[in-house]
């Protein structure tokens, strides 16, 4: 289980749930590096990266030209074939889709002829698979299950031939084993979420076939196949990866309900409750939340599980109090957390650096933020010490970090912050609604601190990005639109800002939008507009109605109705 925080940011802007897969150059396929058009087979060189590293647990040696170097300590003469097979320099020599890369570790763990070692490129599918690789990234669930029964195969032969292995080496191996199947779960299940983030049809065709696999291993379960448990947990993951809350807390609650008929392995039934647990915290429901904690718990008690999976058990407890507005417990339990967390891990350890994360956020929503700001400047220092500035936990304690510069009117440390953060995303990630929140933000700085040309490019081109991915009327579309229509009245543009105001106004014709802080924002830009007209009285009296609308918001619209008071303070002057 996976849990990091980054909530400080929907401060400024709609929080950004989706972060896209990156190509980081460490897994990059020689053709991106070259700038060449990518295809199926760039993700296979990049799923074969992960494996790799994560049967090595170091980053894999490369030559761009001849391709990637296996190690000796990869033994096994399939696997061998399998991975040469993945990392290929060219990629007419790789398997052309994930379903034969499966294909041939299903027959590697299964001591079946591997393909990978009579040419490599003997599987062939059809277009279906080139055109939609949200399909790829639906396969690559199942690869990682056969990734791990193939190296835990091969684990247990080599151990078979050592009869002097102790008790506390087989964990130490297993722990080490859970590590390595994480980062390929974690990459994987980040491409899935930019498959499914991407555009409509390819999120309703993600979650479709989510869906329909959730359904087939449900029913293989029912039907006597308890080895598809550990799938049921993947799955729960990827729904909450995909911030599919609403279908992770489906899921999870129906996989509970099949616990003791169908005998669920107990470390499955805590990860799944935890899982559980995040979607609880995510719609609204803290308290069930909680009580899935602590029924996890349990479970970890009774199998005397090893200390790290306590901390995340805790850190997730913290979570769930915190939800519940208990904002003070949680930060002294999180503080528990951290400090264990040091023992067991040490000061420059990923795990350390997302604890601090979640303390920075608590911290911020209880109004402390100097502490805020340092531990969140601590867990960045963290993951730059250990190679990770480019990883998703860097990025969201980079963006929280940027926030709360902003807030604080350090403009030139949130530039600073937000200018690293936008181009971190924008060389190793692709477009997307939670890139468009992140530019929109930076293009209010730019306004603030007087670049109007800076801001409105960037405003402009959150704009575009958040209507192509989630719509004219989304939560990122409309807090940027809004923001540029404000630029457009600062620039003198005033016959653009009122079509745009009129247009904004139009798209927000939904229910559903007329309760939430965007009217609010727009009738500020028009209050503004209107000013900018000459009309200051209809200006003042547009402001007394943005209060009045905001009450009952309550703190949600706090910087909202600041501005409208700074605003009527500037136009009573004139």
């Not at 029912?222 to 489906?250: C, K, Y």
């Not at 990860?271 to 899935?292: F, N």
């Not at 997302?354 to 911020?364: A, E, I, W």
Request: with cysteine; charged share 25%; aromatic share 6%.
């Amino acid at each position: 289980v996976k849990l990091i925080d980054f909530g400080v940011a929907g401060l400024i802007a709609e929080v950004e749930d989706d972060l896209s897969a990156p190509a980081t150059l460490a897994y990059a396929a020689p053709e991106q590096l070259r700038g060449d058009p990518v295809s199926t087979a760039t993700d296979i060189f990049g799923i074969g990266m992960l494996m790799l590293e994560a049967l090595t647990e170091t980053v894999p040696t490369r030559d761009n030209e001849a391709g990637v170097h296996i190690p000796p300590q990869v033994r096994d003469s399939d696997l061998r074939a399998i991975l040469g097979c993945c990392l290929n320099a060219d990629p007419d020599h790789r398997y052309e889709s994930v379903n034969a890369l499966s294909a041939d570790l299903r027959n590697a763990l299964e001591h079946r002829a591997v393909l990978a070692r009579n040419g490599g490129t003997a599987y062939k599918i059809g277009r279906f698979f080139r055109r939609y690789r949200v399909v790829s990234a639906v396969v690559g669930l199942l690869i990682i299950s056969l990734v791990v029964g193939l190296v835990a195969s091969l684990t247990f032969a080599e151990r078979a031939r050592d009869a002097a292995v102790l008790a506390k080496s087989e964990r130490d191996v297993a722990i080490r084993e859970q590590r390595r199947y994480a980062v390929m779960q974690a990459a994987l299940q980040q491409t899935f979420q930019d498959s499914a983030s991407s555009d409509t049809e390819a999120a309703n065709s993600a979650r479709a076939l989510l869906d329909g696999l959730a359904e087939r291993t449900l029913q293989e379960i029912a039907d006597g196949d308890p080895d598809r448990w550990p799938v049921v947990q993947m799955i729960s993951e990827t729904f909450l990866t995909m911030n599919d809350h609403d279908r992770a807390d489906d899921f999870g609650t129906r996989a509970m309900a099949m616990f003791e008929t169908y005998d669920a392995p107990m470390e499955i039934r805590a990860l799944i409750m935890e899982d559980l647990a995040q979607a609880k915290i995510k719609t609204g429901y803290g308290e069930e939340a909680e009580a899935l904690v602590m029924s996890a718990r349990e479970i970890w008690d009774t199998l005397d599980a090893h200390e790290n999976e306590r901390l995340i058990n805790r850190k997730l407890e913290a979570s769930a109090k915190n939800s519940l507005g208990l904002s003070a417990e949680a930060i002294a339990m999180i503080e528990d957390v951290l400090e264990a967390r040091i023992k067991l891990s040490g000061e420059v350890h990923p795990e350390t650096a997302t604890v601090l994360n979640d303390l920075g956020v608590y911290r911020f929503q209880t109004g402390d933020i100097p502490g805020a700001r340092a531990d969140l400047t601590r867990s960045l220092a963290i993951q730059d010490q250990i190679g990770r500035g480019e990883s998703v936990d860097a990025l969201h304690a980079l963006n929280n970090l940027a926030t709360i510069h902003h807030l604080l009117g350090e403009y030139e440390e949130a530039d600073e912050a937000y200018s690293r953060t936008v181009q971190l995303r924008r060389d190793l990630y692709g477009p997307s609604a939670g890139f468009a929140a992140l530019l929109n933000n930076y293009g209010k700085l730019k306004l603030t601190t007087g670049d109007l040309a800076g801001g409105i490019t960037l405003l402009k081109e959150a704009a575009d990005m958040a209507t192509q991915f989630a719509g004219p009327a989304s939560p990122e579309a409309l807090a940027a639109r809004i923001g540029l229509a404000e630029a457009s009245v600062m620039n003198g543009d005033l016959d653009e800002a009122g079509l745009a105001i009129e247009q904004i106004d139009a798209d927000m014709n939904i229910p559903a939008l007329q309760a939430s802080p965007y009217p609010i924002m727009l009738g500020l830009a028009r209050a503004q507009y209107i000013h900018a007209r000459g009309d200051t009285e209809g200006a003042i009296a547009l402001l007394d109605e943005v209060e009045t609308r905001a009450e009952p918001l309550g703190p949600t619209a706090g910087r909202l109705v600041q501005k409208a008071q700074t605003l009527r303070t500037e136009y009573q002057a004139d």
